[in-house]
């Protein structure tokens, strides 16, 4: 019995450490690609246009996000639960990204901060989502 119980919790620890390696390696692959989109959206920006430069990121990288939720979306669209959690969880995310770019930006009173920090966040929820539908 002892030996069963043993094999048992072997098993289940060597799923729990190999789940936890492979969401390791995903968090990390989300990271790397957001970090170099981030990179090549803002190469081009230096000053004295910087912040229109980031503005126009900002734009481009919404636009685009947008495009990516919608194919999430229209993935997800068979099962309603899903759906709303996506909803849900979008909406969550935009309420964060809004406070805390925007509490980034009170602190170092410099727009670009904010446009950065935008930026930043929405290069990582786009391959988050490109994730979700095998991109």
Request: aromatic share 8%; glycine share 4%; charged share 20%.
């Amino acid at each position: 019995m002892f030996i069963r119980h043993t094999l048992v919790l072997t098993f289940v620890m060597t799923a729990v450490a190999a789940h936890a390696e492979t969401t390791e390696t995903l968090r990390r692959a989300i990271i790397d690609e957001a970090a170099h989109s981030y990179n090549e959206a803002v190469k081009g920006c230096a000053a004295p246009m910087l912040t229109q430069c980031l503005q126009r990121e900002v734009r481009n990288a919404t636009e685009t996000l947008a495009i990516t939720y919608k194919s999430v979306e229209n993935t997800l669209r068979s099962d309603p639960t899903q759906t709303a959690g996506l909803r849900a969880s979008q909406q969550a995310w935009l309420q964060f990204v809004k406070t805390n770019c925007g509490y980034l930006g009170s602190l170092t009173k410099d727009l670009n901060e904010t446009q950065s920090c935008m930026l930043h966040y929405i290069q990582i929820r786009r391959s988050e989502l490109h994730t979700y539908i095998g991109w």
